[in-house]
């Protein structure tokens, strides 16, 4: 088995002589507040062993991340009755685009684009008493972490600011894809959004997309299929118009957010973390995605 803490502490030693670290995102007024200069790594393997470098134990503001987790809840809830209401397909466009949704009559391509996780939070709305506090349970749950929650300073940001959500959830309900009162919708997505965790937090609850569905207490909340198809979203959706990339220089399924994190995972062998809040282009971490290649490179470990 490889060492992975050498490994990761080579990694984060590599990266931090990396002059450019990318552009810390600034549309969401309080992500803008972060030091560019954070990165932090953290990987736990199939024998629950822990590593970790950098800024791993910091909490940061998980964002899209968060679709990951909010699709598993819903998946579990309704089971495959959610592919009625949202596609399966890459979607090859950036995160909050609009312009398939209208043209697909109002059918989001995929879960982890913006108006497919709205779709996830409206069901989420619908099958649950208290959407918000039962989310934030499952989180707990899946992390057996109690001290895990939401940041609302960054969920009133982004309720704020976010009009292309606005735009996308009354483009749902146009099409007749959103079942609750928008506004109620979106006050529990812009708060998945904002939930802050760690690198090691992050890294325990997507340990159940590498453990077949079971979490580290041996809980399983996922069955064998429904982690199968998460882990092939992840694969082909979970970094927007650069999936292909991720998939070709990373090769795991894996998901990022604008606050900087990217989640990914190699079945059966670890869950993995890493964050460093300057982005690139395409709205991914730029040392996280370097990070990751450089991982898959010297542990010779990818799904391919």
């Known amino acids: 088995m490889p060492n992975y803490q050498d490994i990761i502490e080579a990694i984060a030693s590599e990266l931090n002589n990396v002059k450019e670290k990318g552009t810390v995102a600034s549309y969401i007024p309080e992500l803008s507040k972060i030091d560019p200069n954070k990165f932090g790594i953290h990987l736990v393997d199939s024998q629950m062993n822990h590593y970790s470098a950098g800024d791993a134990d910091e909490l940061f503001s998980i964002q899209s991340i968060s679709k990951v987790l909010s699709l598993s809840k819903c998946f579990a809830l309704v089971g495959d009755s959610i592919w009625e209401r949202v596609d399966v397909e890459p979607s090859g466009d950036p995160f909050n685009h609009l312009s398939l949704l209208e043209f697909e009559n109002g059918i989001p391509r995929n879960p982890l684009i913006n108006a497919g996780a709205i779709v996830v939070a409206d069901i989420l709305v619908s099958n649950l008493e208290n959407p918000k506090d039962e989310f934030l349970y499952f989180i707990r749950q899946i992390t057996n972490d109690d001290s895990i929650t939401y940041n609302e300073k960054v969920a009133e940001s982004e309720k704020n600011t976010g009009f292309k959500n606005i735009a996308a959830a009354n483009l749902l309900k146009s099409y007749g894809n959103l079942e609750n009162d928008v506004d109620e919708v979106l006050d529990f997505y812009f708060h998945q959004c904002s939930i802050e965790m760690s690198c090691k937090q992050l890294a325990n609850a997507f340990y159940m997309f590498m453990n077949h569905g079971k979490c580290q207490r041996g809980k399983t909340y996922l069955n064998i299929n429904q982690v199968k198809?998460?882990?092939?979203?992840?694969?082909?959706?979970?970094?927007?118009?650069?999936?292909?990339?991720?998939?070709?220089?990373?090769?795991?399924?894996?998901?990022?957010?604008?606050?900087?994190?990217?989640?990914?995972?190699?079945?059966?062998?670890?869950s993995v973390v890493t964050w460093s809040p300057g982005l690139n282009l395409k709205g991914n971490s730029k040392l996280g995605m370097q990070a990751l290649e450089k991982l898959t490179t010297k542990t010779s470990q990818s799904i391919f």
């Open 229 to 270: 198809r998460i882990n092939a979203l992840m694969l082909t959706c979970g970094f927007y118009d650069e999936a292909g990339e991720f998939a070709f220089e990373v090769g795991l399924p894996g998901k990022s957010g604008v606050g900087g994190g990217i989640a990914a995972v190699f079945p059966d062998k670890f």
